[in-house]
């Protein structure tokens, strides 16, 4: 299969291809399967929140509170 990029992002390819002495296809390759694993990761963390519980509603309460343990936490020293 042959595929057209820009010329700036071709020399950005085979420059970092060559530097870890593959080829542009490895390179290429590894970046699309590297694209779907984060995918198929961002899908299951939305899956698992939206299974995590009953929703909330975060009103300026909920953030309130929110603050307030991360500056206890942040004050801390932890």
Known sequence: MAIT????LETKLRA??????????QYLERLVKTDQKALT??????LEGIDSG??????SDY??????KLNEFLNSGR
């Open 54 to 59: 009953d929703p909330i509603e975060p009103g």
């Open 16 to 25: 970092n291809a060559a530097a870890e002495d593959i080829s542009v296809e």
């Open 5 to 8: 990029v820009d010329p700036a």
């Open 41 to 46: 990761e961002l899908e299951s963390l939305a």
């Open 63 to 68: 953030w309130e509170e929110k603050h307030r």
